[in-house]
């Protein structure tokens, strides 16, 4: 006769009827969706448990360990941890519990989708001159293990959200310049066409701002199996927005002023720096 060993742990009646009534919702058992809920429903509470392991005791100490390693990661000196620490440091806990619930309470995978965040994308503190705001990429920062696409997407939904209760912004559109030195095959696979679709969609389709160019530097011969799947889901009038300028910038620099751009993106000012454009956007 085998012999079972482990650690068992007693369920409880109300806790055996919570995961019953999960089989059985129907939508009169959830909150709204357009505010915050005044209380989780019981049987969400459970679905907490059972799916991402949380308890009150738990998620006190994920918050307190989130908040450790996001010091920790700042005083190193990096500038894209300082860039977390400023947009994040002082929120609430409610904020740091969205990030540790999307990574099922791995905390550092909570900290690398909050660098997601603060890192992508980058914003100039000046306007270009024709008015518009500039958003920075720089591929080369991006690890797609930890931050993906898709999450890379929602950081640019939440911060074009913000910049755009300036009406001079609404007006004037915004410009994109992605810096592809450093894109690596990897990267490149680890795209997905539905996820450049969505891309596409959002610069013409689904979001409410004006998108009025797109500036690739520095993409090696690669790029290009990336790109000609985009080219197909664009219409005429973005395929005509956007410059692909490789490693001859004499065109680039006829749009931006090499004085406003950070040197990692072949300006002539200091090397980007998240942590200032996060205490401008989040202040």
Same mark, same amino acid.
């Given at each position: 006769?085998?012999?079972?060993?482990?650690?068992?742990?007693?369920?409880?009646?109300?806790?055996?009827?919570?995961?019953?009534?999960?089989?059985?919702?129907?939508?009169?058992?959830?909150?709204?969706? =357009?505010?915050?809920?005044?209380?989780?429903?019981?049987?969400?509470?459970?679905?907490?448990?059972?799916?991402?392991?949380?308890?009150?005791?738990?998620?006190?100490?994920?918050?307190?360990?989130?908040?450790?390693?996001?010091?920790?990661?700042?005083d190193?000196?990096?500038?894209?941890?300082?860039?977390?620490?400023?947009?994040?440091?002082?929120?609430?806990?409610?904020v740091?519990?969205?990030?540790?619930?999307?990574?099922?309470?791995?905390?550092?995978?909570?900290?690398?989708?909050?660098?997601?965040?603060?890192?992508?994308?980058?914003?100039l503190?000046?306007?270009?001159?024709?008015g518009?705001?500039?958003?920075?990429?720089?591929?080369?920062?991006?690890?797609?293990?930890?931050?993906?696409?898709?999450?890379?997407?929602?950081?640019?939904?939440?911060?074009?959200? /913000?910049?755009?209760?300036?009406?001079?912004?609404?007006?004037?559109? =915004?410009?994109?310049?992605?810096?592809?030195?450093?894109?690596? *095959?990897?990267?490149?696979?680890?795209i /997905?066409?539905?996820?450049?679709?969505k891309?596409?969609?959002?610069?013409q389709?689904? =979001?409410?701002?004006?998108?009025?160019?797109?500036?690739?530097?520095?993409?090696?011969?690669?790029?290009?199996?990336?790109y000609?799947?985009?080219?197909?889901? *664009?219409?005429? /009038?973005?395929?005509?927005?956007?410059?692909?300028?490789?490693?001859?910038?004499?065109n680039?620099?006829?749009?931006?002023?090499?004085?406003?751009?950070?040197?990692? =993106?072949?300006?002539?000012?200091?090397?980007?720096?998240? /942590?200032?454009?996060?205490?401008?956007?989040f202040?």
């Amino acid at each position: 006769m085998a012999v079972v060993s482990g650690t068992f742990r007693m369920v409880s009646e109300e806790e055996q009827a919570l995961r019953a009534k999960l089989e059985h919702l129907t939508v009169k058992d959830h909150g709204p969706v =357009f505010r915050p809920c005044d209380q989780i429903p019981d049987h969400t509470v459970q679905k907490a448990k059972d799916e991402l392991n949380e308890t009150d005791e738990k998620r006190v100490s994920a918050v307190k360990e989130l908040r450790g390693i996001i010091k920790e990661k700042a005083d190193s000196g990096d500038d894209l941890a300082k860039g977390v620490q400023d947009t994040f440091g002082d929120n609430p806990d409610s904020v740091l519990v969205r990030f540790i619930r999307a990574r099922k309470y791995e905390v550092n995978r909570a900290y690398e989708l909050m660098k997601g965040y603060a890192g992508y994308p980058g914003i100039l503190s000046s306007r270009d001159k024709y008015g518009r705001v500039v958003l920075l990429f720089n591929i080369e920062n991006w690890d797609y293990e930890e931050i993906t696409f898709d999450e890379i997407l929602r950081a640019y939904c939440v911060i074009l959200e /913000k910049l755009l209760q300036n009406e001079e912004t609404q007006i004037n559109g =915004f410009c994109i310049i992605e810096n592809f030195k450093g894109f690596t *095959m990897q990267q490149a696979s680890g795209i /997905k066409p539905t996820e450049l679709k969505k891309m596409v969609d959002m610069l013409q389709d689904s =979001f409410p701002a004006r998108f009025k160019a797109v500036h690739f530097i520095h993409q090696p011969w690669y790029f290009t199996t990336t790109y000609n799947v985009v080219k197909p889901l *664009m219409k005429s /009038k973005l395929l005509e927005r956007v410059f692909v300028h490789g490693d001859e910038l004499e065109n680039y620099f006829k749009e931006f002023d090499a004085e406003i751009l950070p040197s990692d =993106f072949d300006g002539k000012g200091p090397k980007y720096d998240g /942590k200032v454009t996060a205490t401008q956007l989040f202040d």
